[in-house]
Structures are given as structure tokens and as C-alpha cells.
């Protein structure tokens, strides 16, 4: 049984316009999300994180919203550039000292130049 | 750069023949993981060291086993592979076990069964 879905495999997005990739959750012990970024042949690369006490975290380009009554978390990207191209997973661990990282499927985004 | 490195990257082996992957760290992390990730799948986790402790996840098939010979070093070692084990295997690192924070990724071995 799936804990983190990301029910879209794949998003193609306009260069310059807003990517948003969506995760759901199950399990309501989850209290801290990930979001990380895998460009093929490559490890994923951690791009942006957000407790459970907030419910927005900003870095430049990327956003992520955290809805804890919805179990859902969003991934925004603006502008969207080429470059962003790579398969996102989200991630989440339960609880300080937790080690299990439970990740997502991904979702594929292709920006269009 | 310090970093996480998996050796190979690339690896093709027979049904049956043992094959062992390694990872390093320069990072002096205590916490060392190995994920299995299928096509189209989430990164599942095998099992993961902190320091000399190993602690294997309930589903982890005996036929996969490690070793952490020192702080830099991990090995995953697969006594028997079958064509269900082809897949990208990653190692991964963390300083400590907080519940927050990321997990630094290798580039991943990706293992082929003929």
C-alpha cells in the first residue's frame, strides 16, 4: 500500500509558465516532506523540504504547500525553465529520529522551450 | 566535491552469480542506506547502517546483504540475483537520524540479470 502518491507520471509545461506536481499522503504520522529532483543517469537531488509545522516553504523558483487536513503537498515551480526537465519524487519521514525516507513514484516534467 | 560515489555504474551479471556493489562517502556521514528502485517505482529501502549497527527492512529478501567495513564504505552484496532484481540499486547517505534534513544520493548502479 502506497504511503506518498503521485498519481500524474507526467507533466509537460510551457517554457515560463507555472509547473505544479502534486503529492498525496496516507500515512498521518508523516510530519516532514521532500521534494527531490533526478535527471537521468543521475541520483536524486534534494531541491526543497517543508515540516509539518508550516505550511509553505519558498526557494527561489520553487515553492512547496503543505495542506495537512488534505494530506496533499504541492510542488510549484515559476517560471519554468528547460533546465527543470528531470523526474520529481516526493519523500516524507515520521517523526524525529525517523530514518525511513518513503518516497513517491515520480512525475516526469518536460518543459517545452 | 564531497560526495556520495557508486562503483559500478553499470553491472551485468548471470542468473545465479553472485554480484557486490559498492558505495563511498566522503561526506563522514554516520548513516549509510541502499535503495532498490524498479522502473516506473518508488526508491524502496533495503536496509541502512548507522555507524557499525545494520538494521534490515522486514521485507528485504535474504538473498541481499551488506557490509560497512568503515565509516566511507558500504557494500551490497546479492547472493543469488534473479531477473525480479534487475533494477537501479542507490546509496544514499545522512548525518544522523533527525527526521528531517535530506538524504544525499549517489548516482546509482544500475544492474542487468541475463
Known amino acids: 500500500d502506497q504511503q506518498v502518491k503521485q498519481n500524474s507520471p507526467s507533466l509537460s509545461v510551457q517554457e515560463g509558465r507555472i509547473s505544479i506536481l502534486n503529492c498525496d499522503y496516507t500515512?498521518?504520522?508523516?510530519?516532514?516532506f521532500l521534494w527531490y529532483k533526478k535527471y537521468p543517469a543521475e541520483g536524486p537531488t534534494f531541491l526543497i523540504s517543508i515540516s509539518s509545522i508550516k505550511d509553505k516553504n519558498e526557494d527561489g523558483r520553487f515553492t512547496v504547500f503543505l495542506n495537512k487536513s488534505a494530506k496533499h503537498l504541492s510542488l510549484h515551480i515559476v517560471p519554468s525553465q528547460p533546465g527543470d526537465s528531470a523526474v520529481y519524487f516526493c519523500a516524507a519521514y515520521s517523526g524525529a529520529g525517523s530514518y525511513q525516507l518513503t518516497f513517491g513514484k515520480g512525475t516526469k516534467l518536460s518543459v517545452i522551450p | 566535491d564531497a560526495m556520495v560515489i557508486q562503483n559500478p555504474r553499470y553491472q551485468v551479471t548471470q542468473f545465479g552469480k553472485p554480484v557486490t556493489l559498492s558505495c563511498s562517502q566522503t561526506l563522514n556521514h554516520n548513516v549509510m542506506y541502499w535503495y532498490q528502485q524498479k522502473s516506473s517505482q518508488a526508491p524502496k529501502l533495503l536496509f541502512h547502517?548507522?555507524?557499525?549497527?545494520?538494521?534490515n527492512e522486514a521485507d528485504t529478501p535474504d538473498n541481499f546483504q551488506s557490509r560497512r567495513p568503515n565509516t566511507s564504505f558500504c557494500f551490497l552484496d546479492i547472493r543469488s540475483p534473479g531477473l525480479g532484481d534487475a533494477a537501479m540499486y542507490l546509496c544514499a547517505t545522512s548525518r544522523d537520524f533527525v527526521g528531517e534534513g535530506e538524504q544525499f544520493f549517489g548516482p546509482g548502479t544500475r544492474l542487468t540479470v541475463l
Open positions: 547502517y548507522y555507524d557499525k549497527d545494520f538494521n
Open positions: 500515512n498521518s504520522m508523516f510530519d516532514y
